[in-house]
Each structure stands twice: as C-alpha cells, then as structure tokens.
DNA sequence: TCGCCAAGACTTTTT
DNA sequence: GTCTTGGCGA
C-alpha cells in the first residue's frame, strides 16, 4: 500500500509533516525540501486530520509561493481548498483590513500605494509642512518611517532622540493623514495596521483567532516585528502554529526582517518541537561544503550539516577577469560551451550579482553571443511609465479619492490642465472639505451649475470635461467587463497615439499597454478592486516561471537567467555564475561598519552558493568601470573563507575592450544570420587547426589529447579532447582557447 | 501649458 | 554612462 502523502519523505520532514498539534519550528537548510514539507503538512492536516480548509490560514513572502503550494494541494488532494486562507502576508492583510474596515478610517476599497506613490505623498508632506526636500530627502525620510510601521510604531511612540527624528515624526504625522485622505495604505501599513487592529480590539483578535485552528508560516526567518505580532495573535487561541525557516537565508533585513524571530519563537512557545532538515537534495558535496565554510563564520544561529547523496562532484570555478567586460565575455563563453557540446540547455544557468546596475554588461555579452537571456527585477514592467499612467486611471475610477493618481493622469495626456488649474482644483476640494477627485466628479456631473465652477474659474471647463470621462468611467464600471472599462479609458484618452508614435519605442509602450490588457482579463470575474490590488502586491518577482512551468514547450530552448542575490532565494539551476565577488560589491560597501549588515552581506553569498546543483562559478574583476571611470577592489573577504582545495582557479583573462567594440560594428550591420555567432572563428581554411594526437592544454581542465576535430560550412572547427582531468570534452575551437603543447 | 534641453543624481537589496 | 528632474522659452 503505497502513500503519495507520505511514503516519499525522509525521517526529519516525515516527523514534520505528521508533527501532532502544537508549535512547530522547521529548520530547513537550502535545498532540504522545505516547500515540501509544508505543503505535505497542509495535505496532510485536510486529508489525515480532517481539517477544514476553513480552518487554516497558511503565509508566504511572495505571491510565486503561495501560488505554488495552491497548485501542488490542489492536485495532490484533487480537490478545491475552499475557505483556505492561503496568500502573502500583504495580500492576508489586505483581506483581514477590507472585511474589518469599520475599525479603521479606510473605506474597504482603499487602494495600496507602491513605493512611487510613496515617495510622492512623502514630498506631498514635506512640502505642506514647508520642510526642504534637499536636506530631508524624500526617500531617506520614507525609509524612516518605513522602519518605524515596521516597528509596529506610530508617529507618536517614535523616538526622539535628534532633530532629524523630530522632523520624521513629524513627516510621519503628515504622511499619515494624507492616506487617510486618500483612502489609500501603504506596503507596511498593511502589515501595522492588521497587527494593530487585533491588538486594540481584542473581540476582532478572537474572531480570527478562534477561526483559524492552523497556522502555517513559510520564510519564518524573514518576519519582522509587525509579522511576528501579527501571528502570534492569529495563533492566539488554538497554538497551532507550524513555521519553516532557515536564519542563515535571512536577507530582507533592511525590510525589518529580524532572524532573531526565530528565537523568540522557542522562547515564547518553550514547548514547541524542533526540527532541522539537514539532507540536501539539491548540489553537490562540494558545493554544500565551500557553503558552510561561508556561513559557518557567523554567529547566532543553529549550526546545520547539510549533506547529500549525489556526491563530491566538481569543484567550484573561480575566475578573475581583468575588467567587468572580461568577467562577463567568461561567463558567456563557459555557456556557450555547455550549449554547443549539448550538455545543457540555456535555462540551466543563471547569473547572479548583488546590484540591478552589474546586469547591464552581462546582457550586452549575452545579446553579441546571441544566447537567450530572462532578466529578473529591476521594475521591468510595473515599474514602466504607460503602465502605472493607466494603473493610475483606474485606481481614480475606484478610489476618487486617490490624489497621487489623479495628479499623475490628470494631464496625460495633454488636456490643457495644468499647475494653476490643479491648485485651484486643490483650493476649491479644501474648501469645502472633500477630496479633488469629488469635486471633479461634480464638475463633470453639473457643469454650470456645480457649485466649484465659480470659484475655479477659467479652467472649470477643462477640468469638468475630465470630469465628465471619470463620471462615464465609474458607471461603465458597473455595466461593462474590466475589459471594456480599459479600452474605454484609453479610447477616451486617445491614449494609444499619445504613447505610439510608430517608433520602436512607441511600439514597445502599446505592447506594454496590451499585456497589462491582458492580465486585466484574468480578472474579469474578480473586478477592479481585487486587479488593482493584486496589481499593487504582485512584483516581477512573481514573473520567475517556476520549474514545472519551465519544463513547458513553450521555450523549447530556454533562456539564462539573469538575477540579483535576494531573487535567487528559493530557486535553483544546474550551473550558477555569482559574479562581482570584490569588496565593496559583495560584501557591499554600505555593509562595511555594521557587523550585523556583514553578517546579511554573507548569507546573501550563502543563498546564492547553494542556488548551485551541479556547478558553481564565482567570479570577479580586477577593475570595473563605474560612472565612466575605473574603480579598482580587492578580491570578496568571503573567497577567503573557502578551502582552496574546493577551488579550481581559472586564472585571468583580458578579453579587452576594443574586441567588444568591434563586435558591436559587426553586429550592428543589417542583416543577422545565426552562423554571425562565430565572430571569434579562426581563419576560414578548410584545414583543422588541431588535428588527432597533438597535446593541448586548457585553462579550465588542463592537458588532454585531441581525439578528433571538425570544421562545419561555417568555418566552425569543433574539437574532441580526452581531458586527463574530466574525460572527454567536445569544444569549439574559437572559444576553448586551446593552447597546443605538442 | 507644454516640450525641450541641460544639469544633477545615481547604485543595495523589494513585499 | 544613463535616467530623472527642473528650468526656461515658445
């Protein structure tokens, strides 16, 4: 009798997944199973223990997780997991705040505010209380007072120690009436505002807390303050709580994520049981070992020794490039070995670093070998100007109160409205006490005879006409599909040729215009406040296809993937290249003073070593350039932390600046034929350059004897080579840089 | 009111 | 080097 349920898992999740009720606490290594574990619990407490669905809320960090554990319950049970609370910590928040609305001075529609809107309504602040932006920059005093919410403080418990912490209470106070005016929340103060609300109202607290029999709790290490509080209510009555984490994967601690949680956890529940998932499934011996020689140097943690059946395996590649140009033409070669001897297909690999701004020279490389890339991050499309312009149109039609949206579209495009109109917009809303969005929509609705077109004056007209559109907007709402609503506002707008002027770029807008169109129709049924909201919690994190996604036909050859450190958590490729390993980038130079920022900069490093399953790269450069000139670093403090005898050293390279150069002419010329690749090729003769028998050496694996070689129509000459130190190896001559020694 | 151009800032990570 | 912001002229 078999048991899909359980049959497969090793002694230590078994003991996890079967654990009796109580307090749970997983401490799962990289690669150890930890999703399984929790999603076999979930299955488990539904199927073994006949629990509802109803009542279980289970969290996680990003949308991609939860998503995920949905999908593989769903299919193990084959069954729908209705009532299931199951989402990230903002979107649990969010449902929590909108069906207890009447506890706060939010309508349940509030709209959430992005880290852009943010920062404006920051400014917004800073400007009403005629404090200069120059000193206080806006984004300093945001994160200030992000780190206060997430220390569950209001404006009032905040300390005040300096001028500079008088001035962000101060903001803080603002900032904070300003949402409310708004009807809009921020990231953290859906987190602040759920803790809080079941901390002042300990009715509400019960509720929930009588509800939900299970508490389930995914990344437990990356919890702050307000997350902690926020569990240890909604597990207030039943104690079932079941959390999974590793401290050693910490990394949002500047989001105030707090490892030390973990801790407190066996502090405030003495009780609870422990246990540590050790057996890696996913890299090798050498890769898990070269790990912990890393994170070993840190203190404060539960030791682990992470093992694993598969084996010594290779040993990790270092090497140093003269520049960042060489460091990447490395990378991209070593790929581009893999993809033409066959080994290994394009997704396979991925290129991590520990800033956005490293990526950009890694793509170029890519782009010249014309290797498929995926890069992850960077704001790639949310982030985009067209589409937070039609976010913002429809937040407005949701929430007419949204002031940030409504300046940011009031004038896009062009419609005559400008700085004197909006002011006199703004006067006459404070006036009479309501929010421009209002005074717009009667504007719209009377015309002449609304009572602000007086006192607006010569603008009244443009503005009423915009009015008007928002009034049609709304009630299409009601009548039409999201669909419709979209189109309408940008048919309305005449939005489409204000973005695409036919160019390339223009194209690529409308594009941009066409696929938010799209993740609209997901949402047909939902409506526009679950779309804005998931539109607001959704990050292009979320756009990672996981695994089983990957495997689809849909890309029959993949691409590399190109990613920061803190994405790569919970992922995993063949073959991973951590470029940049230099002081002052990895660990980063803003790190350099707090031991306890180090101390992150290292399991930063941690994460991205044992992303690895079969080879790990760790690169570096001598000199990169930086604004236009050359910065020069010493090699990562962290390489040294690693035994040499994990270390195959690959030496330098010097592919210099000037061929790059050069393979920007040839591949700027028109036409692009995939043979362009072999730019590098030696001469086209017919002639081998290496022919059966001689000796050659290779930086990588040393001296072999050439078995064969080939030269295809392209002029491409393959080589066969018997290395002594990894066997046989099949390599393209004009990239193996193969150097003949007899 | 809008669009263009120049100066300045920017690079740590993001739900 | 590139993106954003702000100032100025039409």
């Known amino acids: 009798m078999t048991d899909v349920l359980l049959d497969d898992l090793n002694p230590q999740q078994l003991k996890a997944v079967t654990a009796p009720d109580g307090q749970v606490l997983v401490l799962a290594g990289p690669g150890s199973g930890k999703t399984r574990v929790l999603t076999r619990r979930l299955a488990y407490l539904i199927e073994r223990q006949g629990v509802s669905p109803y009542d279980i809320i289970a969290v996680t960090f990003t949308n991609k997780a939860a998503r995920e554990m949905e999908s593989r319950v769903t299919y193990m049970l084959q069954r729908e997991l209705e009532g299931l609370w199951l989402g990230t910590f903002h979107a649990m928040c969010a449902r929590l705040l909108r069906r207890e609305a009447n506890y706060l001075p939010y309508k349940s529609n509030f709209v959430i505010f992005d880290a852009d809107d943010q920062v404006s309504l920051v400014k917004r602040a800073l400007h009403d209380l005629n404090i200069d932006d120059k000193t206080h920059r806006p984004t300093g005093v945001h994160a200030a007072i992000s ?6 403080q209001l404006p009032d418990d905040m300390p005040r120690r300096t001028y500079r912490d008088e001035v962000v209470a101060r903001v803080y106070k603002r900032y904070q009436e300003l949402l409310v005016t708004n009807n809009a929340v921020d990231f953290d103060d859906l987190l602040l505002l759920a803790a809080r609300l079941l901390e002042e109202h300990p009715g509400v607290a019960e509720k929930y807390a009588r509800r939900f029999r299970h508490v389930l709790v995914d990344e437990f290490q990356d919890t702050n303050l307000a997350q902690y509080t926020l569990l240890k209510h909604l597990a207030g009555y039943h104690k079932n709580i079941f959390v999974v984490g590793d401290e050693d994967q910490s990394i949002y601690r500047w989001r105030g994520a707090d490892y030390r949680n973990v801790q407190r956890f066996e502090q405030d529940y003495p009780g609870c049981t422990k246990i540590l998932l050790e057996q890696n499934y996913r890299s090798t011996q050498n890769v898990l070992d070269a790990a912990r020689q890393v994170i070993d140097q840190n203190r404060n943690r539960t030791p682990k020794h992470l093992f694993t059946t598969r084996g010594a395996g290779n040993k990790l590649v270092q090497f140093v490039g003269v520049d960042d140009i060489a460091e990447a033409a490395f990378v991209v070669d070593t790929v581009q070995q893999y993809l033409s001897s066959g080994k290994a297909s394009a997704n396979d690999f991925a290129v991590m670093y520990r800033t956005n701004a490293q990526s950009r020279i890694v793509e170029e490389a890519f782009i010249h070998a014309q290797i498929p890339y995926r890069l992850i991050g960077a704001q790639k499309f949310y982030g985009r100007r067209e589409v937070k312009d039609m976010i913002a149109f429809l937040r407005l039609v949701e929430n007419p109160a949204d002031e940030v949206s409504l300046l940011r579209v009031v004038g896009v495009p062009p419609r005559g409205i400008g700085e004197k109109s909006i002011l006199a917009l703004q006067q006459s809303a404070f006036r009479a006490g309501i929010s421009a969005g209002e005074v717009l929509l009667d504007l719209g609705r009377h015309g002449q005879d609304s009572p602000y077109w007086q006192e607006i004056g010569r603008s009244a007209a443009l503005l009423a006409d915009f009015g008007t559109l928002l009034n049609e907007w709304q009630s299409a709402r009601d009548q039409v599909s999201l669909v419709s609503l979209f189109d309408r506002i940008i048919s309305d707008t005449g939005y489409e040729p204000y973005i695409n002027d036919q160019s390339d770029e223009g194209n690529d807008r409308w594009e941009n215009i066409q696929e938010l169109r799209r993740l609209a129709y997901d949402f047909q049924e939902k409506g526009l406040t679950e779309f804005l909201q998931n539109l607001a919690l959704v990050s292009d994190q979320d756009t990672i296809p996981s695994a089983t996604e ?51 900069e290292r399991r930063l490093f941690y994460v991205g070593m044992t992303r690895a399953k079969n080879q790990l790269y760790l690169l570096r450069s001598e000199r990169r350039s930086s604004f236009g000139t050359w910065e020069y670093s010493e090699p990562s403090r962290f390489l040294d932390d690693i035994d040499e005898y994990l270390i195959i050293n690959q030496g330098k390279r010097s592919t210099s600046r000037r061929d790059t150069r050069l393979e920007d002419m040839r591949w700027s010329t028109t036409t692009v034929s995939p043979s362009r690749r072999t730019t590098y090729a030696a001469p086209a003769e017919k002639e081998t350059k290496y022919k059966a028998g001689m000796r050659v050496r290779n930086a990588s694996w040393g001296e072999g004897v050439v078995l064969e070689s080939k030269v295809d129509p392209d002029g491409e000459e393959t080589v066969d080579v018997h290395f002594e130190s990894v066997g046989f190896k099949r390599l393209l001559a004009s990239l193996a840089k193969l150097e003949i020694v007899s």
Do not use: W, Y
């Open 147 to 152: 780190n206060a919410k997430n220390e569950l």
């Open 550 to 600: 990957q495997e689809g036909a849909a890309r029959p050859q993949g691409a590399v993937t190109l990613l920061t450190l803190h994405a790569a958590k919970g992922l995993e490729f063949g073959q991973v290249f951590i470029i940049g390993l230099d002081e002052g980038l990895l660990p980063h130079s803003r790190s350099r003073d707090d031991p306890e920022e180090m101390a992150e």
